[in-house]
């Protein structure tokens, strides 16, 4: 099976980047570290964004797991005293109230503000491993109910993921920049629902998941420390969460 989830990646990725320089949004995570490799063996050319407050897991991690990538790597701080201000505008612009689409569309406004620096008008996430392969901890609290439900958690999960990326473009082109995410579109998303939910998701204690993510990412080179550890949202690891919840 990872020989076919790597060639569906691949296939993704070529059906939806031009082939130019471009940004990837990289925690340092699984996912981000993952399709960061597969666009390297692709031969694109890539400079890792990461954003976040000072000290933030996000940069910290990512510094670390890119000592071993030894890929172009830029760094953006957020800055506390723009911050308030920066999330209000946001939030007037989505004109939704949930505080994830919130967190999300700060924390890429901040990876478009860094990408348009750069000179880079395209940039690749991750975006669609945590739905369809069980990575958020709300699988756990209804895989003992069936495979029927975990699906139909799943589909309600990409619908809310795949229209909140929308808002994050809304986002990005304030600084002329995309953002794509390859395995959000509809062949990918296909292929990865025929992988079954047990290379997933083992039971209700399964903190790890994401198993076959896992497993393809140790099997292309990515970094052990990356490929272990358990997930942390973008929200939570750049401190954005937290610094959001004081604005309120």
């Known amino acids: 099976m990872n020989s076919e989830l790597l060639k569906n990646i691949q296939e993704a990725i070529k059906h939806t980047i031009p082939k130019k320089k471009i940004g990837i949004a990289f925690s340092g995570g699984v996912d981000s570290t993952l399709i960061s490799k597969i666009l390297v063996d692709l031969e694109y050319d890539v ?63 901040y990876v478009s503000k860094l990408a348009q620096s750069l000179g880079i008008d395209t940039v690749v996430t991750a975006n669609g491993i945590d739905e369809l392969f069980c990575g958020y901890d709300a699988y756990r609290d209804v895989i003992s109910q069936g495979d029927s439900v975990v699906n139909e958690l799943m589909d309600q999960k990409l619908e809310n993921e795949i229209k909140m990326m929308k808002a994050v473009n809304m986002i990005s082109s304030e600084f002329g920049v995309q953002i794509l995410q390859p395995l959000l579109s509809p062949k990918f998303i296909a292929f990865a629902k025929t992988i079954p939910l047990s290379e997933k998701i083992q039971d209700s204690e399964d903190l790890i998941r994401k198993h076959a993510i896992r497993k393809l990412a140790q099997d292309v ?18 401190k954005i969460h937290r610094k959001l919840l004081k604005t309120r």
């Open 47 to 109: 400079i890792l964004l990461t954003i976040g407050f000072s000290e933030s897991h996000d940069i910290l991690f990512s510094i670390k797991v890119n000592e071993q990538l030894k890929l172009s790597h830029k760094i953006l701080e957020i800055e506390s005293d723009s911050f308030e201000k920066i999330a209000g505008n946001v939030n007037k612009k989505i004109q939704k109230d949930n505080l994830s689409w919130n967190e999300n569309c700060i924390a890429f406004y």
């Open 221 to 238: 080179g990515v970094p052990e420390i990356s490929y272990t550890k358990r997930k942390k949202a973008l929200q939570y690891g750049t």
